[in-house]
């Protein structure tokens, strides 16, 4: 469990086609600062404070009802699709864009031709070990490291990152499409906290559909992008605060100072870092996170949505454990995986489901 996740630019046997895992997602776009010895040793104490901060509550009460297996399937939206998926490799259209990227889970064979594979605009190699568009392959024209895209009603850039991934992860459409729904018909401005968020696709969601939004990531990078996101689609008058910090740090003020949120989304990484070098390990803090997360949700909560990625057990695992945080708060925690189904060359001609993640999400009925 404590294996170490890659980091954006690393390289690693994992990082070539056809080797992707299920838990390699970028827990800091931002290449980090080494640190000397002895600043690693505070970062190891600052593992464990969150803890000594707050210890876990005794949660008494039922357990909120269940709904499992609930698997939460995708067939694109806006300008994504997924073409195809085989041989360790997925591929996908992002807008204009046709772009194959390793998959792990697709152990079966491409359904498409050879040629349609070879007729790509580009191709994650990672065989380059450097920051940027360096582990990408253009076979047709050389592109440039952004290109803008849309869903959900939300503009936002597409990005060749170093790390394979584009900027957004399109199975979460499910969870954004959802809690776009619940802001849309709540009747009243909702708050949204988008915890670990990243380029900030789900924040954008949220507040166009009205929400007021509070966006946590620990870097800095991934901030500027998410506010570029927000400038493309003129979205700056919208009221999204954009905050750079540790998760953890951040909630537990929140909890301090009796801040609460209606709808909380929790990314979580298996490993990350704050900007201050506060370590997060999913293992060793998720149970905190989540309890923390229950602490700072309203009264009139719409709901509290986990995924994880990096989980390697069943969904059962994030499924019991919210369930245990949600006791005597009524609702339903339905839990299950998030998968894209296939779409063909034209996005509607459904083949296979490609499974990407675990998901567990409270809600009040
Ligand atoms: C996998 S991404 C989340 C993706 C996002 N939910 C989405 O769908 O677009 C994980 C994010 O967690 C951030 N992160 C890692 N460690 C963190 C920490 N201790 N506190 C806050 N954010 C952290 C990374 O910077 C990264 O942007």
């Known amino acids: ?75 694109g939206a806006g300008d994504f699709h997924l073409i195809d998926s085989g041989n360790g490799q997925k591929l996908e259209q992002y807008g204009p864009y046709r772009i194959i990227r390793p998959e792990g889970q697709a152990l079966w064979q491409p359904s498409l031709p050879p040629h349609v594979w070879e007729k790509v605009d580009a191709a994650f190699t990672g065989d380059v070990d450097e920051e940027g568009t360096g582990r990408w392959r253009f076979p047709k024209d ?88 927000q400038a493309l689609g003129r979205m700056e008058k919208l009221p999204i605060r954009w905050i750079c910090e540790d998760a953890m740090k951040f909630i537990l003020r929140e909890e301090r100072r009796g801040n609460t949120y209606d709808i909380i989304l929790t990314d979580p990484p298996k490993f990350g870092r704050g900007p201050n070098g506060e370590v997060w390990h999913l293992f060793e803090h998720l149970p905190l996170m989540l309890d923390i997360c229950r602490g700072i949700l309203s009264p009139k909560a719409v709901g509290l949505v986990l995924t994880a990625y990096s989980i390697r057990a069943s969904f059962y695992s994030i499924h019991e454990l919210m369930r245990e945080t949600m006791r005597g708060a009524g609702g339903v925690v339905e839990s299950g995986e998030l998968v894209i189904r296939e779409g063909g060359l034209d996005g509607k001609t459904p083949g296979r489901a490609l499974s990407t993640s675990l998901f567990s999400r409270w809600v009040p009925k």
């Open 142 to 229: 050389a592109l440039g490291e952004t290109w803008p895209l849309h869903l959900l009603g939300v503009d936002f850039f597409g990005r060749f990152t170093s790390f394979r991934h584009v900027g957004v992860f399109p199975e979460q459409i499910v969870h954004w499409a959802w809690m776009k729904e619940q802001v849309e018909q709540a009747g009243r401005p909702l708050k949204v906290l988008n915890l670990f968020g990243y380029t900030g696709v789900a924040s954008l969601v949220a507040a166009a559909a009205g929400a007021e939004v509070t966006h946590v990531d620990a870097s800095k990078k991934a901030i500027g992008w998410a506010r570029e996101n």
């Open 1 to 75: 469990m404590k294996q170490k996740e890659r980091r954006p630019g690393a390289k690693t046997p994992s990082g070539s086609p056809g080797h992707r895992r299920n838990d390699e997602r970028p827990n800091r776009p931002a290449k980090p600062a080494a640190k000397p010895a002895a600043a690693r040793e505070t970062v190891r104490e600052a593992a464990t404070s969150p803890a000594i901060e707050r210890p876990l509550q005794t949660r008494t009460g039922d357990r909120p009802a269940e709904r499992v297996p609930v698997i939460l399937e995708s067939l």
